[in-house]
């Protein structure tokens, strides 16, 4: 092990509870004793890649991807870092946040992601177009972001992001693109599932009836079965907002699922982590599910790999007068996960499939 690396394992050992650090993947890591640790610091500087004009005032987030367990480790967490570049087109991150920490807990990967609208952007492992990136490390890394052009695709370029939070919203505005680029070639991103030039809307109304919330909870009053608006219905979401009739806020019931989103499901995964402050993956429903007990709301959130879908369900305080009850839900939920299906979309969001390139 380089110097460097063996240095670093040796702090992060030392201090007990924080995680021991692999080697890392990244390609360059092999050629620069500087560059040969996960935990950082990563810098380096970003050019248009026309012109090599420094491009000043993009977000640049670095994201260290953690496990947990002996053997068969599972999946434990993310630390998430962000800054933007300078008037040189210049960034630094600080070593890993440390907030991440545990028994038999490993510092398992790192990722850097860098996002300035009109650019395409850029990830440390994967270029745009596929494929796996071999130039990147750590230290005065040069990153050429080339200009974006109506011949690119919305979709695959969010694919390959696969942003965090920080990113995620700075994206907001290319999502119609996305769907747009999917509806009007007939077919989703690779690795996603197709969707159908007519598109077809995720339907996971049967989830979770009104009778088997009824059953868990004692409450007697209706409930009308709404949409939640906070994210758009699409082939892979579907939020059900069952509102109690009458009644304030803390006596309903929302679940929100995600199926094959094109993405994948670590942003997923990563929503779930900002969403529900500092709650680690527990395993009441799966290996990976997330508890947060507040007397106001409760959330149970899990995600099934086998079937590709993640689920997060809120219940109100006083519909769920215990975590334990919410976990009962998300269980009835998880057990049905088979009886999600698809939709046809109203006639005004079918988009015909002429296989022309999607307008920018």
Same mark, same amino acid.
């Not at 970003?46 to 977000?59: F, K, Q, R, S, W």
């Given at each position: 092990m380089?110097?460097?690396?063996?240095?670093?394992?040796?702090?992060?050992? &030392?201090?007990?509870?924080?995680?021991?650090?692999?080697?890392?993947?990244?390609?360059?890591?092999?050629?620069?004793?500087?560059?040969?640790?996960?935990?950082?610091?990563?810098?380096?500087?970003?050019?248009?890649?026309?012109?090599?004009?420094?491009?000043?005032? +993009?977000t /640049?987030?670095?994201?260290?991807?953690?496990?947990?367990?002996?053997?068969?480790s599972?999946r434990?967490?993310?630390?998430?870092?962000?800054?933007?570049?300078?008037?040189?087109?210049?960034?630094?991150?600080?070593?890993?946040?440390?907030?991440?920490?545990? &028994?038999?807990?490993?510092l398992?990967g790192?990722?850097?992601l /860098?996002?300035?609208?009109?650019?395409?952007?850029?990830?440390?492992?994967?270029?745009?177009?596929?494929?796996?990136?071999?130039?990147?490390? +750590?230290?005065?890394?040069?990153?050429?972001?080339?200009?974006?052009?109506p011949?690119?695709?919305?979709?695959?370029?969010?694919?390959?992001?696969?942003?965090?939070?920080e990113?995620?919203? #700075?994206?907001?505005?290319?999502?119609?693109? +996305?769907?747009?680029?999917?509806?009007?070639?007939g077919?989703?991103?690779?690795?996603a599932?197709?969707?159908?030039?007519?598109?077809?809307? #995720?339907? +996971?109304?049967? #989830?979770?009836?009104?009778?088997?919330?009824?059953?868990?909870?004692?409450?007697?009053?209706?409930?009308?079965?709404k949409?939640?608006?906070?994210l758009?219905?699409?082939?892979?979401?579907?939020?059900?907002?069952?509102?109690?009739?009458?009644?304030?806020?803390?006596?309903?019931?929302?679940?929100?699922?995600?199926?094959?989103?094109?993405?994948?499901?670590?942003?997923?995964?990563?929503?779930?982590?900002?969403?529900?402050?500092?709650?680690k993956?527990?395993?009441?429903?799966?290996?990976?599910t997330?508890v947060?007990d507040?007397?106001?709301?409760?959330?149970?959130?899990?995600?099934?790999?086998?079937?590709?879908?993640?689920?997060?369900?809120?219940?109100?305080?006083?519909?769920?007068?215990?975590?334990?009850?919410?976990?009962?839900l998300?269980?009835?939920?998880?057990?049905?996960?088979? &009886?999600?299906?698809?939709?046809?979309?109203?006639?005004?969001?079918?988009?015909?499939?002429?296989?022309?390139? &999607?307008?920018?």
């Amino acid at each position: 092990m380089p110097f460097a690396a063996a240095v670093a394992a040796f702090v992060l050992v &030392a201090s007990g509870c924080s995680p021991l650090v692999r080697p890392p993947t990244f390609a360059g890591a092999r050629d620069h004793v500087a560059d040969a640790s996960l935990v950082g610091p990563f810098d380096g500087q970003l050019v248009d890649g026309t012109t090599y004009e420094p491009i000043a005032g +993009a977000t /640049v987030v670095g994201v260290w991807d953690y496990e947990r367990g002996d053997g068969q480790s599972g999946r434990y967490g993310l630390d998430i870092r962000s800054t933007t570049t300078d008037l040189a087109g210049r960034y630094q991150l600080r070593g890993a946040p440390g907030e991440i920490r545990g &028994a038999r807990v490993k510092l398992v990967g790192f990722t850097l992601l /860098v996002y300035k609208r009109g650019f395409l952007g850029y990830r440390s492992d994967v270029p745009y177009g596929g494929g796996l990136r071999s130039e990147f490390v +750590a230290r005065h890394n040069r990153i050429e972001l080339r200009k974006w052009t109506p011949a690119d695709s919305h979709a695959d370029h969010l694919l390959m992001l696969a942003p965090p939070p920080e990113i995620e919203l #700075l994206t907001a505005w290319e999502r119609p693109g +996305a769907e747009t680029d999917a509806l009007r070639t007939g077919e989703a991103p690779p690795g996603a599932e197709p969707t159908p030039a007519a598109l077809e809307l #995720l339907d +996971a109304s049967s #989830l979770l009836p009104a009778d088997e919330i009824r059953k868990r909870t004692g409450y007697t009053d209706p409930f009308e079965a709404k949409e939640l608006t906070d994210l758009a219905r699409t082939h892979f979401f579907h939020g059900i907002h069952m509102q109690a009739v009458g009644r304030e806020e803390q006596w309903d019931v929302g679940y929100r699922v995600w199926r094959k989103p094109p993405g994948g499901l670590d942003p997923v995964i990563a929503t779930f982590e900002t969403s529900l402050p500092d709650v680690k993956p527990s395993g009441e429903i799966t290996t990976e599910t997330w508890v947060f007990d507040d007397p106001r709301v409760r959330a149970v959130a899990f995600v099934d790999r086998d079937r590709e879908v993640a689920v997060l369900l809120t219940c109100g305080g006083l519909q769920c007068v215990d975590i334990e009850t919410a976990i009962l839900l998300a269980r009835h939920i998880h057990d049905r996960l088979d &009886a999600i299906t698809t939709a046809p979309a109203p006639a005004d969001k079918r988009v015909p499939n002429t296989g022309e390139g &999607a307008p920018q």
